[in-house]
């Protein structure tokens, strides 16, 4: 079994996307909490965290130069602050442990993880004793950084380790036990940033696995001198005259509270021309404790979709239910999105019905005002979950052989509720996170007829349509557990 850092919820999954996985078996058991949303768009790496060796000097580092099928990495491990850890690992490496073994486990809004299977996910042999946690070292599990992989005690990790991609606060004590950091990548993010955008699949009874198995082909022992040439080489080169770069883009998924203020979001235009002739469209009312919301479902692109959504509909599954999840875009978080339609307001799991297809390539995009199916990460997992598109989600659509969020419908009316809802403080309630501190209700769910859809954006018309959407108030810090366990059903 494999030994994991926490996973994050579950958010929109897809190589993108935000999930709690559950623990599997004792050395997945730590796999549960870490932030959501996406990685870098297309174009850009953010660069990693820079962590100084608090202890020292060139004497207390040690570079590594780790070769993988997607290209090279070179490690530099802090002897310095986490000498068992570093000490571990390279004994694991001098003896040829990891050459031949795989990155095992994809979160591409958490971590990489390896170290511990072969490309046929069989457990690598000569796993050696357990070391002592090194959390403790004052080390944050930043991007960019190396630390161990382990099972539910503190003292459990073996040959096993990750890499942040993305600030990870909440694997730093004193929110739990913690996870060691021990090293960085020196030169060689982009190659990271690679692995972290792979297609997953379920294999061997594992979750995140990546499709085409990335492999470790070697890691050994790098000069200084060395490591040093490499990351100046991957440095981009001026031009003359100099000139100011670019802005970075912004790190990744979602991370742990307090959640840093979101950028205002530009106001939608109204929605003049939405087409209410199509027989293939059909409106349903949200009536929430918010206010109102009108969606119009399109049968046309997502008919399965559709059908789905409307079974629970008319069943009345949704009355009563509340909206559990709410990110915000920020500099951590790259998706922006209000998720509903599975959980009571005791945050108790209502049962649903069967897995539908996923739609995702009906051409519908993710975008501001569209509400699309959450689910788990296999692409038809879907059952009855949903959540609304707050702002752009490119994120969150199908991108090559990357399975989307199918994208079923819209809001024609009472977008500013959604923004409402959006912009509630969020708290932890563990195993969840970004739960609104004060409950969102949706107190019913009905279809309603054409008319009356008209009659509710005519209205909203003659109002201030879509206002931008305002920075939410601060929420009370609330450090989320180690490992809680999955809730279901998070895009």
Same mark, same amino acid.
């Given at each position: 079994?494999?030994?994991?850092?926490?996973?994050r919820?579950?958010?929109?999954?897809?190589r993108?996307?935000?999930?709690?996985?559950?623990a599997?078996?004792?050395?997945?058991?730590?796999?549960?909490?870490?932030?959501?949303?996406?990685?870098?768009?297309?174009g850009?790496?953010?660069?990693?965290?820079?962590?100084?060796?608090?202890?020292?000097?060139?004497?207390?580092?040690?570079?590594?130069l780790?070769?993988?099928?997607?290209?090279?990495?070179?490690?530099?491990?802090?002897?310095?602050?986490?000498?068992?850890?570093?000490?571990?690992?390279?004994?694991?490496?001098?003896?040829?442990?990891?050459?031949?073994?795989?990155?095992?486990r994809?979160?591409p809004?958490?971590?990489?993880?390896?170290?511990?299977?072969?490309?046929?996910?069989?457990?690598?042999?000569?796993?050696?004793?357990?070391?002592?946690?090194e959390?403790g070292?004052?080390?944050?599990n930043?991007?960019?950084?190396?630390?161990?992989?382990?099972?539910?005690?503190?003292?459990s990790?073996?040959?096993?380790?990750?890499?942040?991609?993305?600030?990870?606060?909440?694997?730093?004590?004193?929110?739990?036990?913690?996870?060691a950091?021990?090293?960085?990548?020196?030169?060689?993010?982009?190659?990271?940033?690679?692995?972290?955008l792979?297609?997953?699949?379920?294999?061997?009874?594992?979750?995140?696995?990546?499709?085409?198995?990335?492999?470790?082909?070697?890691?050994?022992?790098?000069?200084?001198?060395?490591?040093?040439?490499?990351a100046?080489?991957e440095?981009?080169?001026?031009r003359?005259?100099?000139?100011?770069?670019p802005?970075?883009?912004?790190?990744?998924?979602?991370a742990?509270?307090?959640?840093p203020?979101?950028?205002?979001?530009?106001?939608?235009?109204?929605?003049?021309?939405?087409?209410?002739?199509?027989?293939?469209?059909a409106?349903?009312?949200?009536?929430?404790?918010?206010?109102?919301?009108?969606?119009?479902?399109?049968?046309?692109h997502?008919?399965?979709?559709?059908?789905?959504f409307?079974?629970?509909?008319?069943?009345?599954?949704?009355?009563?239910?509340?909206?559990? /999840?709410?990110?915000?875009?920020s %500099? !951590?978080?790259?998706?922006?999105?209000?998720? @509903?339609?599975g959980? *009571?307001? $005791?945050? #108790?799991?209502?049962t649903?019905?069967?897995p539908?297809?996923?739609?995702?390539n009906?051409?519908l995009?993710?975008?501001?005002?569209?509400?699309?199916?959450?689910? /788990?990460?296999?692409?038809?997992? %879907? !059952?009855?979950?949903?959540?609304?598109?707050? @702002?752009?989600?490119? *994120?969150? $659509?199908? #991108?090559?052989?990357?399975?989307?969020?199918?994208?079923?419908g819209?809001i024609?009316?009472?977008?500013?509720?959604?923004?409402?809802i959006?912009?509630?403080?969020?708290?932890?309630?563990?195993?969840?996170?970004?739960?609104p501190q004060?409950?969102?209700t949706?107190?019913s769910?009905?279809?309603?007829a054409l008319?009356?859809?008209k009659?509710?954006?005519e209205?909203?018309?003659?109002g201030?349509?879509?206002?931008p959407?305002?920075?939410?108030?601060?929420?009370?810090?609330?450090?989320?557990?180690?490992?809680?366990?999955?809730?279901?059903?998070?895009?």
């Amino acid at each position: 079994m494999s030994a994991c850092p926490p996973a994050r919820p579950q958010v929109p999954f897809s190589r993108f996307a935000f999930a709690l996985i559950a623990a599997l078996g004792s050395d997945f058991a730590a796999l549960s909490q870490a932030p959501a949303a996406s990685p870098p768009p297309a174009g850009g790496h953010p660069a990693p965290a820079t962590q100084p060796a608090r202890a020292g000097d060139k004497d207390t580092l040690e570079y590594v130069l780790m070769s993988t099928s997607k290209g090279d990495i070179v490690l530099e491990l802090d002897r310095g602050n986490a000498p068992v850890s570093v000490a571990n690992f390279l004994s694991y490496m001098d003896k040829g442990f990891y050459d031949g073994t795989i990155f095992h486990r994809v979160e591409p809004a958490s971590v990489i993880q390896g170290g511990g299977y072969t490309a046929d996910m069989l457990p690598r042999e000569g796993v050696g004793a357990p070391i002592k946690s090194e959390a403790g070292n004052g080390l944050k599990n930043k991007r960019g950084t190396l630390a161990m992989a382990r099972s539910g005690e503190s003292d459990s990790a073996t040959s096993q380790f990750f890499i942040n991609v993305v600030d990870n606060a909440a694997f730093d004590p004193p929110q739990g036990p913690g996870y060691a950091v021990f090293g960085r990548v020196f030169a060689g993010m982009k190659v990271v940033d690679e692995i972290r955008l792979v297609n997953t699949i379920v294999k061997a009874g594992q979750l995140s696995v990546p499709a085409e198995p990335i492999v470790i082909k070697s890691v050994k022992r790098l000069a200084a001198e060395q490591a040093k040439a490499a990351a100046e080489a991957e440095k981009p080169k001026r031009r003359a005259p100099p000139g100011p770069l670019p802005p970075s883009p912004q790190p990744t998924p979602p991370a742990p509270q307090p959640q840093p203020k979101p950028q205002p979001q530009p106001p939608v235009p109204p929605t003049p021309n939405v087409d209410m002739s199509n027989k293939e469209l059909a409106y349903v009312l949200f009536s929430t404790s918010k206010g109102d919301i009108v969606l119009q479902l399109d049968r046309a692109h997502a008919p399965i979709t559709v059908a789905n959504f409307l079974n629970y509909v008319d069943s009345g599954f949704y009355n009563g239910t509340i909206f559990h /999840r709410v990110v915000r875009r920020s %500099a !951590t978080a790259m998706i922006d999105v209000v998720q @509903g339609g599975g959980l *009571t307001a $005791d945050m #108790v799991e209502k049962t649903a019905g069967a897995p539908i297809k996923n739609e995702a390539n009906n051409g519908l995009q993710n975008l501001r005002g569209t509400i699309s199916m959450a689910r /788990r990460q296999p692409p038809d997992s %879907a !059952t009855c979950q949903f959540f609304l598109n707050i @702002g752009d989600n490119p *994120t969150l $659509d199908t #991108v090559g052989n990357t399975v989307g969020y199918a994208v079923f419908g819209r809001i024609v009316a009472g977008q500013s509720v959604a923004d409402a809802i959006r912009n509630t403080p969020v708290i932890n309630k563990p195993p969840y996170t970004d739960v609104p501190q004060e409950t969102v209700t949706l107190q019913s769910a009905k279809q309603i007829a054409l008319d009356e859809a008209k009659r509710r954006l005519e209205a909203e018309k003659a109002g201030a349509a879509n206002p931008p959407i305002k920075p939410p108030p601060a929420s009370p810090p609330a450090a989320p557990p180690a490992t809680p366990p999955a809730p279901a059903n998070k895009p």
